[in-house]
């Protein structure tokens, strides 16, 4: 059973940084995509960043490019959201995700892929 644990999160000012961390365990495949959504209150959740374990493929959504950068640490099977100049609409809960097994390509952006979700972690970002 793959476990995601996430760190991070908090309050900002906009213009401002943070870091998000999510540790996985218990993948048996080698072919795996793991990173970050987040929802908004009243919106659908959306793909943020997602990094292909293995193959080291990047996927950053359009609304993020250029501010957020998504980075693994394969020995820790840990994924890393740097999130820079933060804006007031980037506030959502964060959602670290997983997939095993499977190789999604360009469908990394719908949620209903991944069956393995953490906790949640919120991002504030005040104007």
């Known amino acids: 059973q793959v476990q995601l644990v996430e760190s991070g999160g908090g309050s900002v000012q906009a213009g401002g940084s943070l870091r998000l961390s999510c540790a996985a365990s218990?993948?048996?495949?080698?072919?795996?995509?793991m990173g970050w959504f987040r929802q908004a209150p009243g919106k659908e959740r959306e793909g943020v960043a997602v990094v292909s374990i293995g193959s080291g493929y990047l996927y950053i959504a359009d609304s993020v490019k250029g501010r957020f950068t998504i980075s693994l640490n394969n020995a820790k099977n840990t994924v890393y959201l740097q999130m820079n100049s933060l804006k007031p609409e980037d506030s959502a809960m964060y959602y670290c995700a997983a997939v095993s097994g499977r190789w999604l390509g360009a469908a990394w952006s719908n949620f209903k892929n991944y069956p393995y979700w953490g906790q949640g972690t919120q991002v504030t970002v005040s104007s």
């Open positions: 218990g993948f048996t495949y080698s072919t795996n995509f």
